[in-house]
């Protein structure tokens, strides 16, 4: 851990206790004295937010609950604003495990903001402080901004007094070094159009065909499938998986499965490729990243096993194979570029995670399979 605190240059300290000795200036050499105790206990305070425990929970009589993000502030195309879109001025901090953090690289990845927004990558799976630089499985070893070992060590100098969980995704400005914004489903719309003037034209949402990620037309029916995924899908397979009692998992698995029933129907309903038409938007990334992780990771061990996704969803199924698969320009190749080196690893993150919030006492048994991660396309079936 890396602790930087103003100090006085060693020379000037010589030199006052040189004069302190010859009683020339001893009044002076008190003030500078409370100066060195003073950084004495910054540095003990800083020592002491490392090793607190926060007193958030994540049950509640059984129940999964998710607190709130807690850094909401916006990155602006207004240069006047607090936080001004500009190239390499802001960092991504994300685990490739976390699936809200995974919305926001694939959005960098759909928006060619690459060369814009730096990514770092902490290890896909939680310490026992939360999230890790560790290097594993390619991972960067240490922060490289301020070679911190651990994200809450980010958050505690953006907030020494900070209390809440320390979550990634962190959206950081190396300007000002503080926490723009640790919420990715407000991060993912800065990334739509905030930083459009620093991209090649075609690239802009207003160029985009359909309107964009989040087209205005759309965007009342986007907010409202949104919802209803988010409660019982995205965060569903989280209630069950961390079910404390038979009964809160009973009343989150069958809302999980109607929903995705009624996704299963929206996609045959209409027979188009994504689920507003023939475009991709908002609705399809966030939707993505937990389909992606169900059946090699919800449907073992979350127990979200009424039904599989290959097997039972087969709308559903294309869906994600069209666009985990695709490399073409219609993607980029997001989907399948911030998914595949790391989806072997689901389970394991997964397994860890559920004895830690559950705080069981048995040891972690990481199930193996399916064979195949996300079975392959046909030709006729690519977009």
């Not at 006085?8 to 020339?24: A, G, Q, V």
């Not at 004495?40 to 425990?53: E, F, I, K, P, Y």
Request: hydrophobic share 35%; aromatic share 14%; glycine share 6%.
């Amino acid at each position: 851990m890396i602790i930087r605190t103003r100090r006085l240059p060693i020379f000037l300290f010589n030199l006052l206790d040189t004069l302190k000795e010859s009683s020339l200036i001893s009044q002076r050499f008190s003030i500078v004295s409370h100066q060195k105790s003073f950084i004495q206990s910054v540095n003990h305070q800083c020592l002491r937010n490392m090793s607190r425990n926060t007193t958030i929970e994540y049950q509640k009589d059984g129940h999964f609950t998710r607190p709130a993000s807690t850094f909401r502030s916006f990155v602006s195309a207004d240069p006047n604003s607090q936080f001004p879109a500009d190239k390499g001025r802001y960092a991504l901090y994300i685990s490739p495990g976390c699936p809200w953090a995974h919305r926001t690289i694939i959005v960098r990845a759909l928006k060619h903001l690459e060369d814009i927004i730096d990514l770092y990558i902490l290890s896909p799976s939680m310490g026992e402080k939360g999230w890790v630089f560790d290097g594993a499985h390619g991972t960067l070893p240490k922060d490289p901004l301020y070679g911190f070992t651990y994200l809450r060590e980010l958050y505690f100098k953006a907030d020494p007094d900070f209390n809440s969980r320390f979550t990634v995704p962190v959206l950081w400005d190396k300007k000002t070094e503080t926490i723009v914004n640790n919420e990715s489903s407000e991060i993912i719309r800065m990334f739509y159009s905030e930083f459009d003037a620093l991209i090649p034209e075609q690239f802009r949402e207003a160029n985009k065909p359909g309107g964009g990620l989040y087209p205005e037309h759309l965007r009342k029916d986007i907010d409202e499938l949104n919802g209803w995924v988010y409660d019982t899908v995205n965060n569903g397979v989280y209630k069950c998986g961390f079910a404390g009692k038979q009964e809160s998992y009973d009343e989150n698995v069958y809302p999980l499965f109607k929903s995705l029933d009624r996704l299963e129907s929206i996609l045959s309903g209409h027979g188009k490729p994504f689920l507003f038409g023939d475009h991709i938007t908002e609705a399809d990334v966030r939707l993505y990243t937990t389909i992606a992780r169900f059946d090699v990771a919800y449907y073992t061990v979350f127990l979200c096993n009424l039904k599989s996704i290959r097997h039972d969803y087969p709308r559903l199924h294309l869906w994600l194979r069209r666009l985990y698969w695709d490399k073409s320009e219609v993607t980029n190749g997001a989907f399948h570029r911030t998914t595949a080196p790391w989806i072997g690893l689901y389970a394991t993150g997964y397994a860890t995670a559920k004895v830690r919030v559950t705080k069981s006492q048995a040891p972690i048994i990481v199930p193996r399979g399916p064979a195949v991660p996300v079975e392959s396309l046909a030709e006729s079936e690519k977009l």
